[in-house]
């Protein structure tokens, strides 16, 4: 599966913007399919996830902001990321691997990645 991110920009907080991940070879059947940031001198973290059971998984820094979805049809996810705050700012990169729940925030447990989309929130 080959990944391709895209929807990065510069918006001010309180602001939204919408990534998606789209698979151009293969397809997304039977994998999570998650995000993750990296800011500037940090570790990457979890985001969101929409796992294969069809089920969405979120950091609880994002919850109640960011909506994660997935189009079959287009083979593309999506991560709506409303209300941002300038802590959101980071690169996000999106990930596909057959995980279980107790996996699925483990970056190392992915297998596939899209190039990262930079995300810039101002104050």
């Known amino acids: 599966v080959q990944l391709q991110a895209s929807g990065g920009g510069l918006v001010q907080a309180g602001g939204s913007l919408r990534l998606s991940c789209a698979a151009s070879e293969g397809t997304f059947s039977g994998y999570t399919v998650a995000w993750f940031r990296q800011g500037s001198g940090q570790e990457r973290e979890f985001v969101a996830a929409?796992?294969?059971?069809?089920?969405?998984l979120y950091a609880d820094s994002v919850k109640g902001r960011f909506t994660i979805s997935k189009d079959n049809a287009k083979n593309t996810v999506y991560l709506q990321m409303n209300s941002l705050k300038p802590d959101d700012t980071a690169a996000y990169s999106c990930?596909?691997?057959?995980?279980?729940?107790?996996?699925?925030?483990?970056?190392?447990?992915?297998?596939?990645w899209g190039q990262g989309t930079l995300v810039t929130v101002s104050s």
């Open positions: 990930a596909a691997g057959r995980t279980i729940l107790s996996t699925a925030r483990n970056s190392q447990c992915y297998n596939y």
């Open positions: 929409w796992r294969a059971t069809g089920y969405p």
